[in-house]
Protein backbone atom coordinates (compact mmCIF):
# COMPACT_ATOMS: atom_id res chain seq x y z
CA UNK A 1 0.00 0.00 0.00
CA UNK A 2 1.33 3.22 -0.63
CA UNK A 3 2.18 6.44 1.45
CA UNK A 4 -1.10 8.26 -0.06
CA UNK A 5 -3.36 5.35 0.73
CA UNK A 6 -3.57 6.44 4.70
CA UNK A 7 -7.26 7.79 4.42
CA UNK A 8 -9.45 10.75 4.32
CA UNK A 9 -12.27 12.85 4.13
CA UNK A 10 -15.61 12.94 2.78
CA UNK A 11 -18.69 14.82 1.82
CA UNK A 12 -22.12 14.21 1.89
CA UNK A 13 -25.24 13.44 0.34
CA UNK A 14 -29.23 11.92 1.25
CA UNK A 15 -30.23 8.13 1.63
CA UNK A 16 -32.99 7.20 3.74
CA UNK A 17 -32.74 5.44 7.32
CA UNK A 18 -33.04 2.08 5.67
CA UNK A 19 -31.09 2.89 3.02
CA UNK A 20 -28.48 0.31 3.31
CA UNK A 21 -29.69 -2.09 1.08
CA UNK A 22 -30.56 0.35 -1.93
CA UNK A 23 -27.94 1.34 -4.87
CA UNK A 24 -25.68 3.83 -4.16
CA UNK A 25 -26.97 7.06 -3.07
CA UNK A 26 -24.79 10.55 -3.97
CA UNK A 27 -25.48 13.80 -4.77
CA UNK A 28 -29.14 14.64 -4.77
CA UNK A 29 -29.77 10.99 -3.35
CA UNK A 30 -29.10 9.33 -6.92
CA UNK A 31 -28.61 12.45 -8.81
CA UNK A 32 -32.52 13.23 -9.69
CA UNK A 33 -33.40 15.34 -6.87
CA UNK A 34 -36.99 13.75 -6.23
CA UNK A 35 -37.25 11.85 -2.73
CA UNK A 36 -39.92 9.33 -2.96
CA UNK A 37 -42.37 8.11 0.11
CA UNK A 38 -41.16 11.30 2.03
CA UNK A 39 -44.00 13.50 4.22
CA UNK A 40 -41.66 16.52 4.44
CA UNK A 41 -42.24 20.01 5.91
CA UNK A 42 -44.10 22.47 4.42
CA UNK A 43 -43.37 25.65 7.00
CA UNK A 44 -40.27 26.65 8.76
CA UNK A 45 -38.25 29.26 10.46
CA UNK A 46 -34.72 29.42 12.32
CA UNK A 47 -37.32 29.49 15.32
CA UNK A 48 -40.44 27.11 14.09
CA UNK A 49 -40.40 23.61 13.06
CA UNK A 50 -36.88 23.04 14.01
CA UNK A 51 -35.87 19.53 15.59
CA UNK A 52 -32.60 20.27 16.38
CA UNK A 53 -29.72 22.72 14.86
CA UNK A 54 -26.32 22.02 14.68
CA UNK A 55 -23.91 24.27 14.97
CA UNK A 56 -20.87 24.26 12.12
CA UNK A 57 -17.35 24.98 12.68
CA UNK A 58 -17.43 26.83 8.80
CA UNK A 59 -19.85 26.58 5.94
CA UNK A 60 -19.51 24.18 3.32
CA UNK A 61 -21.28 23.80 -0.27
CA UNK A 62 -22.05 19.93 0.18
CA UNK A 63 -25.03 17.99 0.79
CA UNK A 64 -25.48 16.53 4.17
CA UNK A 65 -25.50 12.52 3.49
CA UNK A 66 -27.82 10.15 5.62
CA UNK A 67 -27.09 6.40 6.52
CA UNK A 68 -28.48 4.57 9.29
CA UNK A 69 -28.23 6.06 12.39
CA UNK A 70 -25.99 8.76 11.02
CA UNK A 71 -25.43 12.03 9.18
CA UNK A 72 -22.61 13.26 7.56
CA UNK A 73 -21.45 17.11 6.94
CA UNK A 74 -18.59 19.13 5.85
CA UNK A 75 -16.88 22.12 6.73
CA UNK A 76 -14.27 24.20 5.15
CA UNK A 77 -11.56 23.47 4.21
CA UNK A 78 -11.15 20.15 4.53
CA UNK A 79 -13.29 18.43 7.51
CA UNK A 80 -15.77 15.91 8.08
CA UNK A 81 -17.94 15.72 10.80
CA UNK A 82 -20.52 12.77 11.90
CA UNK A 83 -23.64 13.20 13.86
CA UNK A 84 -26.73 11.23 15.37
CA UNK A 85 -29.42 11.94 12.93
CA UNK A 86 -31.68 11.78 15.86
CA UNK A 87 -30.21 14.81 17.98
CA UNK A 88 -27.47 16.31 16.04
CA UNK A 89 -25.27 15.36 18.35
CA UNK A 90 -21.53 15.18 17.17
CA UNK A 91 -19.94 11.71 16.98
CA UNK A 92 -16.67 12.06 15.31
CA UNK A 93 -14.73 14.70 13.49
CA UNK A 94 -12.02 14.21 11.01
CA UNK A 95 -9.48 16.44 9.20
CA UNK A 96 -8.26 15.91 5.81
CA UNK A 97 -5.70 18.26 4.50
CA UNK A 98 -2.29 16.91 2.94
CA UNK A 99 -0.38 16.87 5.73
CA UNK A 100 -2.89 14.75 7.87
CA UNK A 101 -3.13 12.34 5.10
CA UNK A 102 0.26 11.59 4.26
CA UNK A 103 2.99 9.90 6.34
CA UNK A 104 5.04 12.33 8.29
CA UNK A 105 8.36 11.48 7.24
CA UNK A 106 7.52 11.84 3.65
CA UNK A 107 5.55 15.23 4.67
CA UNK A 108 8.83 16.43 6.05
CA UNK A 109 10.13 15.94 2.54
CA UNK A 110 7.18 17.70 0.58
CA UNK A 111 6.87 20.57 2.75
CA UNK A 112 10.76 21.76 2.14
CA UNK A 113 9.47 21.25 -1.50
CA UNK A 114 6.63 23.67 -0.71
CA UNK A 115 9.08 26.23 0.91
CA UNK A 116 11.33 26.33 -1.81
CA UNK A 117 8.97 26.59 -4.30
CA UNK A 118 6.60 29.19 -2.72
CA UNK A 119 9.40 31.32 -3.38
CA UNK A 120 9.05 31.12 -7.14
CA UNK A 121 5.38 31.38 -6.87
CA UNK A 122 5.36 34.71 -5.23
CA UNK A 123 7.85 36.06 -7.68
CA UNK A 124 5.55 34.59 -10.44
CA UNK A 125 2.64 36.11 -9.38
CA UNK A 126 4.66 39.83 -9.18
CA UNK A 127 6.04 39.40 -12.51
CA UNK A 128 2.35 38.33 -13.55
CA UNK A 129 0.53 41.64 -11.84
CA UNK A 130 2.99 43.00 -14.36
CA UNK A 131 2.00 42.00 -17.11
CA UNK A 132 -1.71 43.00 -16.33
CA UNK A 133 -1.02 46.47 -16.42
CA UNK A 134 1.36 46.70 -19.45
CA UNK A 135 -1.44 44.82 -21.18
CA UNK A 136 -3.88 47.43 -20.20
CA UNK A 137 -1.62 50.09 -20.94
CA UNK A 138 -1.17 48.53 -24.67
CA UNK A 139 -4.91 48.35 -24.90
CA UNK A 140 -5.26 52.25 -24.79
CA UNK A 141 -1.91 53.31 -26.66
CA UNK A 142 0.95 51.75 -28.91
CA UNK A 143 3.63 51.56 -26.72
CA UNK A 144 7.04 49.99 -27.93
CA UNK A 145 8.47 50.63 -24.45
CA UNK A 146 5.69 48.47 -22.58
CA UNK A 147 5.67 45.71 -25.33
CA UNK A 148 9.65 45.32 -25.20
CA UNK A 149 8.92 45.31 -21.42
CA UNK A 150 6.18 42.26 -21.86
CA UNK A 151 8.11 40.39 -23.64
CA UNK A 152 10.98 40.11 -21.10
CA UNK A 153 8.19 39.49 -18.31
CA UNK A 154 6.51 36.85 -20.62
CA UNK A 155 10.54 35.52 -20.54
CA UNK A 156 10.90 35.62 -17.13
CA UNK A 157 7.82 34.03 -16.48
CA UNK A 158 9.35 31.15 -18.53
CA UNK A 159 12.20 30.91 -16.22
CA UNK A 160 10.51 31.04 -13.12
CA UNK A 161 8.65 28.15 -13.76
CA UNK A 162 10.95 26.01 -15.56
CA UNK A 163 12.46 26.02 -11.63
CA UNK A 164 9.76 24.18 -10.46
CA UNK A 165 10.67 20.84 -12.36
CA UNK A 166 13.16 20.58 -9.75
CA UNK A 167 10.00 20.29 -7.57
CA UNK A 168 7.82 17.80 -8.15
CA UNK A 169 6.19 16.94 -5.09
CA UNK A 170 5.84 20.72 -4.63
CA UNK A 171 3.61 21.08 -7.83
CA UNK A 172 1.97 17.85 -7.00
CA UNK A 173 0.72 19.36 -3.25
CA UNK A 174 0.37 22.80 -4.41
CA UNK A 175 -3.56 23.88 -3.24
CA UNK A 176 -5.61 24.57 -6.31
CA UNK A 177 -7.25 28.07 -6.51
CA UNK A 178 -10.55 28.80 -5.76
CA UNK A 179 -13.33 31.19 -4.74
CA UNK A 180 -13.21 31.41 -1.31
CA UNK A 181 -16.59 33.22 -0.67
CA UNK A 182 -18.89 31.09 -2.40
CA UNK A 183 -17.28 27.90 -3.44
CA UNK A 184 -13.87 26.77 -1.53
CA UNK A 185 -13.25 22.91 -0.76
CA UNK A 186 -16.08 21.40 0.07
CA UNK A 187 -18.21 22.03 -2.84
CA UNK A 188 -18.08 18.28 -4.28
CA UNK A 189 -20.82 16.20 -2.25
CA UNK A 190 -19.95 12.80 -1.71
CA UNK A 191 -21.05 9.08 -2.39
CA UNK A 192 -22.25 6.47 -0.18
CA UNK A 193 -23.52 2.38 -0.14
CA UNK A 194 -24.18 3.03 4.12
CA UNK A 195 -21.20 0.64 4.81
CA UNK A 196 -18.70 3.38 3.83
CA UNK A 197 -18.47 7.48 2.58
CA UNK A 198 -16.39 8.28 -0.56
CA UNK A 199 -15.55 12.14 -0.98
CA UNK A 200 -13.62 14.33 -3.24
CA UNK A 201 -11.99 17.73 -2.05
CA UNK A 202 -11.41 20.70 -3.51
CA UNK A 203 -6.99 19.64 -2.79
CA UNK A 204 -7.94 16.73 -5.09
CA UNK A 205 -7.57 14.10 -2.17
CA UNK A 206 -9.94 11.46 -2.84
CA UNK A 207 -10.86 9.68 0.63
CA UNK A 208 -12.75 6.02 1.71
CA UNK A 209 -14.20 6.35 5.25
CA UNK A 210 -16.43 3.46 6.94
CA UNK A 211 -19.32 4.99 9.33
CA UNK A 212 -17.14 4.50 12.57
CA UNK A 213 -14.86 7.34 10.95
CA UNK A 214 -11.91 5.14 10.50
CA UNK A 215 -10.07 5.88 7.13
CA UNK A 216 -9.85 2.91 4.50
CA UNK A 217 -7.75 4.59 1.87
CA UNK A 218 -6.64 8.50 0.52
CA UNK A 219 -5.17 8.83 -2.99
CA UNK A 220 -4.24 12.64 -3.81
CA UNK A 221 -4.89 12.98 -7.96
CA UNK A 222 -2.48 14.46 -10.00
CA UNK A 223 -5.24 17.38 -11.38
CA UNK A 224 -4.62 20.81 -11.12
CA UNK A 225 -7.98 22.65 -12.24
CA UNK A 226 -7.37 26.00 -13.53
CA UNK A 227 -11.18 27.31 -13.11
CA UNK A 228 -10.99 30.08 -10.64
CA UNK A 229 -14.24 28.59 -8.67
CA UNK A 230 -12.16 25.84 -8.10
CA UNK A 231 -13.96 22.14 -8.20
CA UNK A 232 -17.80 21.41 -7.64
CA UNK A 233 -18.43 18.05 -9.51
CA UNK A 234 -19.61 15.50 -7.27
CA UNK A 235 -18.33 11.20 -7.50
CA UNK A 236 -20.31 8.80 -8.58
CA UNK A 237 -20.10 5.03 -7.66
CA UNK A 238 -20.48 2.45 -10.42
CA UNK A 239 -20.31 -1.28 -10.29
CA UNK A 240 -17.47 -1.05 -7.69
CA UNK A 241 -15.71 2.28 -9.35
CA UNK A 242 -15.68 5.13 -7.75
CA UNK A 243 -15.81 8.15 -11.01
CA UNK A 244 -14.12 11.41 -10.34
CA UNK A 245 -14.07 14.64 -12.80
CA UNK A 246 -11.87 17.03 -11.84
CA UNK A 247 -9.21 17.92 -15.19
CA UNK A 248 -9.56 14.83 -15.97
CA UNK A 249 -11.91 12.14 -15.06
CA UNK A 250 -10.43 8.98 -13.60
CA UNK A 251 -11.94 5.36 -12.47
CA UNK A 252 -10.85 4.41 -8.93
CA UNK A 253 -11.31 1.03 -7.29
CA UNK A 254 -13.83 1.92 -4.71
CA UNK A 255 -12.55 -1.08 -2.07
CA UNK A 256 -8.81 0.04 -2.80
CA UNK A 257 -8.57 3.17 -4.00
CA UNK A 258 -6.58 1.97 -6.92
CA UNK A 259 -6.90 3.67 -10.61
CA UNK A 260 -8.73 1.58 -12.80
CA UNK A 261 -8.79 4.32 -15.70
CA UNK A 262 -7.78 7.65 -16.37
CA UNK A 263 -8.77 9.86 -19.42
CA UNK A 264 -8.02 13.68 -19.75
CA UNK A 265 -11.78 14.97 -20.44
CA UNK A 266 -12.04 18.34 -19.31
CA UNK A 267 -13.21 19.97 -16.03
CA UNK A 268 -16.83 20.06 -15.63
CA UNK A 269 -18.67 22.30 -12.78
CA UNK A 270 -21.88 20.57 -12.32
CA UNK A 271 -21.39 16.80 -11.31
CA UNK A 272 -22.48 13.45 -14.04
CA UNK A 273 -24.91 11.13 -13.26
CA UNK A 274 -24.76 7.11 -13.85
CA UNK A 275 -27.35 5.59 -15.87
CA UNK A 276 -27.66 1.59 -17.67
CA UNK A 277 -27.32 0.78 -21.72
CA UNK A 278 -28.29 -2.37 -22.23
CA UNK A 279 -25.85 -4.37 -19.92
CA UNK A 280 -23.39 -1.97 -19.52
CA UNK A 281 -23.48 1.28 -16.82
CA UNK A 282 -22.61 4.71 -18.40
CA UNK A 283 -21.42 7.69 -16.79
CA UNK A 284 -23.45 10.98 -18.51
CA UNK A 285 -21.05 13.97 -17.79
CA UNK A 286 -22.30 17.70 -17.37
CA UNK A 287 -18.51 18.48 -20.00
CA UNK A 288 -21.06 16.42 -22.88
CA UNK A 289 -19.24 13.24 -22.89
CA UNK A 290 -20.50 10.25 -22.25
CA UNK A 291 -18.35 7.38 -21.08
CA UNK A 292 -18.48 3.40 -20.43
CA UNK A 293 -17.97 2.97 -16.58
CA UNK A 294 -16.20 -0.56 -17.18
CA UNK A 295 -13.22 1.12 -19.76
CA UNK A 296 -13.75 5.02 -19.59
CA UNK A 297 -14.34 5.18 -23.46
CA UNK A 298 -16.23 8.34 -25.08
CA UNK A 299 -19.47 6.89 -26.89
CA UNK A 300 -20.91 10.35 -27.35
CA UNK A 301 -20.86 13.92 -27.32
CA UNK A 302 -23.02 16.42 -26.80
CA UNK A 303 -23.47 20.25 -26.00
CA UNK A 304 -22.24 20.84 -22.23
CA UNK A 305 -23.97 22.51 -19.62
CA UNK A 306 -22.17 25.64 -18.25
CA UNK A 307 -22.89 25.09 -14.92
CA UNK A 308 -25.98 22.60 -13.68
CA UNK A 309 -26.09 18.71 -14.33
CA UNK A 310 -27.92 16.57 -16.21
CA UNK A 311 -30.95 14.32 -15.16
CA UNK A 312 -31.81 11.03 -16.28
CA UNK A 313 -35.64 9.43 -15.68
CA UNK A 314 -36.82 6.56 -18.10
CA UNK A 315 -35.62 5.97 -21.30
CA UNK A 316 -34.35 10.08 -21.71
CA UNK A 317 -31.46 11.87 -20.43
CA UNK A 318 -31.90 15.91 -20.27
CA UNK A 319 -29.33 18.53 -20.32
CA UNK A 320 -31.08 21.43 -19.48
CA UNK A 321 -29.47 25.45 -18.77
CA UNK A 322 -29.98 28.02 -21.41
CA UNK A 323 -30.97 25.42 -24.23
CA UNK A 324 -32.44 22.23 -22.92
CA UNK A 325 -32.41 18.99 -24.96
CA UNK A 326 -33.91 15.70 -24.56
CA UNK A 327 -31.75 12.49 -25.46
CA UNK A 328 -32.93 8.95 -25.89
CA UNK A 329 -30.94 6.90 -24.12
CA UNK A 330 -29.59 3.99 -26.54
CA UNK A 331 -30.37 0.46 -26.02
CA UNK A 332 -26.66 -0.75 -25.88
CA UNK A 333 -23.36 1.31 -25.25
CA UNK A 334 -21.26 0.50 -28.35
CA UNK A 335 -18.18 2.36 -29.32
CA UNK A 336 -19.87 4.98 -30.87
CA UNK A 337 -23.50 6.31 -30.08
CA UNK A 338 -25.46 7.59 -32.78
CA UNK A 339 -27.75 10.08 -29.88
CA UNK A 340 -31.77 11.05 -30.81
CA UNK A 341 -32.86 14.58 -29.67
CA UNK A 342 -36.30 13.78 -28.89
CA UNK A 343 -36.83 17.99 -28.41
CA UNK A 344 -35.07 21.20 -27.84
CA UNK A 345 -36.38 23.87 -25.85
CA UNK A 346 -34.99 27.29 -24.22
CA UNK A 347 -36.01 27.89 -21.22
CA UNK A 348 -36.90 31.26 -19.75
CA UNK A 349 -33.86 32.77 -18.44
CA UNK A 350 -29.68 33.43 -19.58
CA UNK A 351 -27.84 31.28 -16.56
CA UNK A 352 -28.88 28.49 -14.80
CA UNK A 353 -26.33 26.90 -11.81
CA UNK A 354 -28.83 25.39 -9.89
CA UNK A 355 -29.76 21.47 -11.99
CA UNK A 356 -33.33 20.78 -12.58
CA UNK A 357 -35.80 18.28 -11.22
CA UNK A 358 -38.17 16.15 -13.35
CA UNK A 359 -40.52 14.50 -12.19
CA UNK A 360 -44.31 13.29 -12.78
CA UNK A 361 -43.67 14.31 -16.74
CA UNK A 362 -42.67 17.60 -16.07
CA UNK A 363 -39.53 19.62 -15.72
CA UNK A 364 -39.19 22.24 -13.46
CA UNK A 365 -35.88 24.28 -13.56
CA UNK A 366 -35.10 27.79 -12.19
CA UNK A 367 -32.46 30.29 -13.88
CA UNK A 368 -30.45 31.86 -11.57
CA UNK A 369 -32.74 35.37 -11.45
CA UNK A 370 -35.35 33.29 -10.10
CA UNK A 371 -37.19 33.04 -13.47
CA UNK A 372 -39.05 29.06 -13.02
CA UNK A 373 -40.12 27.37 -16.34
CA UNK A 374 -41.93 24.35 -16.20
CA UNK A 375 -41.74 22.35 -19.64
CA UNK A 376 -43.45 19.24 -21.07
CA UNK A 377 -41.03 16.36 -20.28
CA UNK A 378 -42.51 14.19 -23.28
CA UNK A 379 -42.38 17.36 -25.87
CA UNK A 380 -40.39 20.33 -24.14
CA UNK A 381 -43.27 22.63 -24.84
CA UNK A 382 -43.62 25.12 -22.16
CA UNK A 383 -46.56 24.49 -19.40
CA UNK A 384 -46.18 28.02 -17.75
CA UNK A 385 -43.33 30.54 -16.38
CA UNK A 386 -43.75 32.50 -13.44
CA UNK A 387 -40.89 34.71 -11.94
CA UNK A 388 -40.86 33.48 -8.36
CA UNK A 389 -38.79 36.38 -5.71
CA UNK A 390 -36.88 34.71 -3.76
CA UNK A 391 -35.17 38.07 -2.61
CA UNK A 392 -32.05 39.96 -3.82
CA UNK A 393 -29.59 36.67 -4.06
CA UNK A 394 -29.21 34.37 -6.86
CA UNK A 395 -30.54 30.80 -7.23
CA UNK A 396 -27.58 28.29 -6.91
CA UNK A 397 -29.30 26.06 -4.87
CA UNK A 398 -30.72 22.63 -7.55
CA UNK A 399 -34.54 21.80 -7.22
CA UNK A 400 -35.77 18.99 -5.00
CA UNK A 401 -39.22 17.24 -4.83
CA UNK A 402 -40.63 15.90 -1.95
CA UNK A 403 -44.26 14.20 -0.70
CA UNK A 404 -45.69 15.95 -4.42
CA UNK A 405 -43.84 19.12 -3.69
CA UNK A 406 -41.47 21.31 -5.33
CA UNK A 407 -38.79 23.15 -3.15
CA UNK A 408 -36.80 26.47 -4.79
CA UNK A 409 -34.23 28.16 -2.44
CA UNK A 410 -32.54 31.24 -3.08
CA UNK A 411 -29.00 31.89 -1.87
CA UNK A 412 -31.09 34.41 0.52
CA UNK A 413 -32.40 31.82 2.49
CA UNK A 414 -36.36 31.90 0.94
CA UNK A 415 -37.68 28.77 0.21
CA UNK A 416 -40.61 28.71 -1.95
CA UNK A 417 -42.48 25.02 -1.82
CA UNK A 418 -45.04 24.54 -4.98
CA UNK A 419 -47.34 22.10 -5.58
CA UNK A 420 -46.11 19.94 -8.36
CA UNK A 421 -48.44 20.06 -11.42
CA UNK A 422 -49.68 22.23 -14.46
CA UNK A 423 -50.57 25.29 -12.71
CA UNK A 424 -48.00 27.64 -10.42
CA UNK A 425 -49.71 26.97 -6.67
CA UNK A 426 -47.37 28.01 -3.97
CA UNK A 427 -47.87 26.35 -0.79
CA UNK A 428 -45.87 28.26 1.35
CA UNK A 429 -42.48 30.23 1.49
CA UNK A 430 -39.73 30.17 4.35
CA UNK A 431 -36.64 31.52 5.56
CA UNK A 432 -33.50 30.53 6.93
CA UNK A 433 -30.07 31.82 7.02
CA UNK A 434 -28.00 32.20 3.63
CA UNK A 435 -27.44 28.61 2.39
CA UNK A 436 -25.85 27.28 -1.15
CA UNK A 437 -26.26 23.44 -0.30
CA UNK A 438 -29.62 21.78 -1.64
CA UNK A 439 -31.89 20.22 0.91
CA UNK A 440 -31.88 16.46 1.31
CA UNK A 441 -35.17 14.79 2.62
CA UNK A 442 -35.94 11.54 4.39
CA UNK A 443 -39.48 10.25 6.34
CA UNK A 444 -40.87 13.97 7.50
CA UNK A 445 -37.26 15.56 7.83
CA UNK A 446 -36.04 18.09 6.11
CA UNK A 447 -31.68 18.78 6.43
CA UNK A 448 -30.45 22.03 5.26
CA UNK A 449 -27.11 23.06 5.47
CA UNK A 450 -26.54 26.74 5.84
CA UNK A 451 -23.34 28.39 6.59
CA UNK A 452 -23.27 28.33 10.26
CA UNK A 453 -26.02 25.22 11.21
CA UNK A 454 -27.19 21.88 9.57
CA UNK A 455 -30.63 22.31 10.96
CA UNK A 456 -32.90 19.26 11.07
CA UNK A 457 -36.54 20.03 10.04
CA UNK A 458 -40.00 18.40 10.57
CA UNK A 459 -43.25 19.45 10.13
CA UNK A 460 -44.92 16.59 7.75
CA UNK A 461 -48.01 14.94 8.72
CA UNK A 462 -46.36 12.57 11.44
CA UNK A 463 -45.57 16.28 13.00
CA UNK A 464 -48.94 18.11 12.69
Known sequence: MNWFRVVCVVVCLSVAPDARAESPQGWRRNGSGVYPNTDPPLEWSVDNNVLWK????????????????????????????????????????QQNDFKTLTDPSRWKVIAAELAKAKVIWEQVAEYEKEVERLQKILEDRDDPEAEAQLEQLHEQIDQENEKLAAFPLAVRYRLPITQPQYN????????????????????????????????????????????????????????????????????LDAATGEIVWRAKYGQSWGSGVRTQLGGDAAVLLANGRWLRARDGRIMARVPPLADASPVVVGDTAYYVGINAVAYALPERALDRLELKERWTARPKGSRFYASPVVYDGLIYTVSTQHVLTVLDARTGAQVYARRLKLGSEPVWASLCVAGDCVYISSRDGVTVVLAAGKKYRELARNELEYFIATPVFTGNRMYVRTSDYLYCIGGGAESR
Open 54 to 93: APMPARSNALPVLTGDRIFVCAEPFTLICLDAEDGRERWR
Open 184 to 251: GYTTATPVTDGKHIWAVFGNRAVVCYDLEGVRVWSRVLPDLPQAMWGHSSSPLLVEGKLIINIDATTA
